[in-house]
Structure formats: C-alpha cells, structure tokens
C-alpha cells in the first residue's frame, strides 16, 4: 500500500540538458463513436437510427483502414438512407440492404482478388480453316439446330392437312354457344343467332337505370326526368388527393379530410348523372 501510495518526486532537469516528457502507459483513448441527434418528430425514432448506426460502423470497421474514416463512412451512410425513406419500413428495408452489401465488400476483401482470364480471340477464319486454337475440337453446321428433324406447317397439305386441324373443329353445340351464325330452320338463305349479344353501356345495367356522378351509387330515373325512388345523395364534393400524415402518404378529401371509406359529408335531395 505504501509503495502504491507513493507520489513521484518533481525533478528539475540540469543546465543544458532538454527536458523530456513522461511517456504515457496508459493507452490513447480511442475516437468518440458518432450519435444519431435526438428529434422527437422524425419519421424513424433515433433509438432505432443509433442502432443501425452503431451496426454501420461495425461493417465499415472491416472494409475501412482506420476508425475516422469508418466513423465517417457509416455516419454518411445512415444520413443518406434516412434522407431517402419516407417511413420507418422503407428505411428498415434500406438499412438491410446497405449491411449486406458491406459484408458483401468485407468477404471480398478477405478472399482477396480473383485471377481473371482474358478469353482467347479467335476469328471466324481461323475457326473454318482450323488454324486457331481449339478450332480442332470444334464442329460447325450450315443447318440450324433441329432442322432437319423439324417439321414445318408448310408441308402439310390436303388430307394430312386435315386430319391435323380436325381436333379443333367446333361441335354445334359450341358454334350456338359461342353465337356463330347458323342457318335458319325455316327461312332459307337466313341466318339465326342462338345467343344474344349483351350491349350495356358503362355504368348502366338497365335502361333506366343510371350511375350518380357524384356518389356512385346507381339508381333509377326515367326519360321525361322523373324519379320512381326519390333517394338522397349523400357525396364528397372535394377532390382526392394524397398527402403525407404522420409519415406515410394516404388519400384524404380536400372537402373534410377524410379518407376513401369514409361517409359524404355533403348531402343533395336527389342524384345526378
């Protein structure tokens, strides 16, 4: 205990000799990782930034020479993800990415550069003449691959050409189905149609019937303009448009603020088309 306690004299240096300072036997401290600054209104919580923060620069640690330049590497890095997500998922899916590729770099360095070798040239005369190297060992055909096996639709004809296609004539069953014309049982040189073509307009499925313009709903109304049900309309007289709240884009009403599901807040005697 006495010799822990024990304080080392003060020592005056003698004339002519330089002074000369204690080396010091403990080790430097090391730099100050950095910290994410706390924002109580951002989009991502800085919890969750210094996290990744700290596990940028554990990545950047094995790619780069020194700690400053890892610090900075990894500080850039973050800011830059934070700056580009609109939300906390797009940033946690940003971050994922940016730690693989770090460890993508990491093992690349480990495993040290690949040899790559530079493909041999060879021309087309020296493949034909058999001059280039390993032209020996290669084969070449004016045909293409398959031809002489293949069989083209061109040379079917007459009743090969028939028997072919004969799957894939339609029953008459199928030919009313599909409502292809047939001739007519009584009338000659007539045709008959056994299914009738549905021509409905866009947004109508009667012909009274019509769609309201301002809340979607259909609802009956008849030529000379009167209503057999009067209903009331109850609508969104504003536009739809996307904004940002609390961090994600959503769609609201320039009238009352609400979103897609939400009621009319304006309310007509009857609907309009």
């Given at each position: 205990m006495a010799a822990r306690n024990k304080k080392t004299s003060a020592v005056t240096a003698a004339k002519g000799i330089q002074r000369q300072a204690h080396t010091p036997t403990v080790p430097i401290a090391t730099l100050k990782r950095p910290t994410v600054e706390v924002n109580t209104s951002s989009k991502v919580p800085t919890n969750v930034r210094q996290r990744y923060l700290n596990m940028f620069i554990d990545?950047?640690?094995?790619?780069?020479?020194n700690e400053e330049q890892a610090y900075k590497k990894a500080k850039e890095e973050e800011e830059a993800v934070f700056t580009r997500c609109s939300n906390k998922k797009i940033y946690l899916?940003?971050?994922v990415n940016t730690i693989k590729r770090y460890r993508t770099e990491a093992q690349a360095q480990n495993s040290g550069k690949v040899e790559q070798k530079t493909p041999v040239k060879l021309s087309h005369a020296s493949l034909l003449d058999g001059s280039g190297p390993g032209a020996s060992k290669t084969t070449y055909t004016l045909h293409r691959s398959g031809g002489a096996g293949?069989?083209?639709?061109?040379?079917?004809?007459?009743a090969e050409l028939y028997k072919r296609l004969t799957p894939y004539v339609l029953t008459e069953e199928?030919?009313?189905?599909n409502n292809f014309p047939r001739p007519h049982s009584t009338r000659g040189g007539a045709a008959k149609f056994y299914s009738e073509v549905k021509t409905t307009q866009k947004g109508s499925t009667k012909g009274y019937e019509k769609l309201c313009v301002r809340c979607g709903k259909v609802f009956e109304v008849?030529?000379?303009g009167k209503y057999p049900v009067r209903q009331e309309c109850v609508y969104h007289w504003g536009k739809a448009w996307k904004k940002k709240i609390a961090g994600n884009i959503d769609t609201r009403y320039?009238?009352?603020q609400g979103d897609l599901t939400s009621e009319g807040c304006q309310v007509a005697k009857l609907h309009c088309s």
């Amino acid at each position: 205990m006495a010799a822990r306690n024990k304080k080392t004299s003060a020592v005056t240096a003698a004339k002519g000799i330089q002074r000369q300072a204690h080396t010091p036997t403990v080790p430097i401290a090391t730099l100050k990782r950095p910290t994410v600054e706390v924002n109580t209104s951002s989009k991502v919580p800085t919890n969750v930034r210094q996290r990744y923060l700290n596990m940028f620069i554990d990545e950047c640690l094995k790619i780069c020479p020194n700690e400053e330049q890892a610090y900075k590497k990894a500080k850039e890095e973050e800011e830059a993800v934070f700056t580009r997500c609109s939300n906390k998922k797009i940033y946690l899916n940003l971050v994922v990415n940016t730690i693989k590729r770090y460890r993508t770099e990491a093992q690349a360095q480990n495993s040290g550069k690949v040899e790559q070798k530079t493909p041999v040239k060879l021309s087309h005369a020296s493949l034909l003449d058999g001059s280039g190297p390993g032209a020996s060992k290669t084969t070449y055909t004016l045909h293409r691959s398959g031809g002489a096996g293949r069989v083209q639709g061109e040379d079917f004809t007459g009743a090969e050409l028939y028997k072919r296609l004969t799957p894939y004539v339609l029953t008459e069953e199928q030919l009313k189905e599909n409502n292809f014309p047939r001739p007519h049982s009584t009338r000659g040189g007539a045709a008959k149609f056994y299914s009738e073509v549905k021509t409905t307009q866009k947004g109508s499925t009667k012909g009274y019937e019509k769609l309201c313009v301002r809340c979607g709903k259909v609802f009956e109304v008849y030529p000379n303009g009167k209503y057999p049900v009067r209903q009331e309309c109850v609508y969104h007289w504003g536009k739809a448009w996307k904004k940002k709240i609390a961090g994600n884009i959503d769609t609201r009403y320039t009238c009352c603020q609400g979103d897609l599901t939400s009621e009319g807040c304006q309310v007509a005697k009857l609907h309009c088309s």
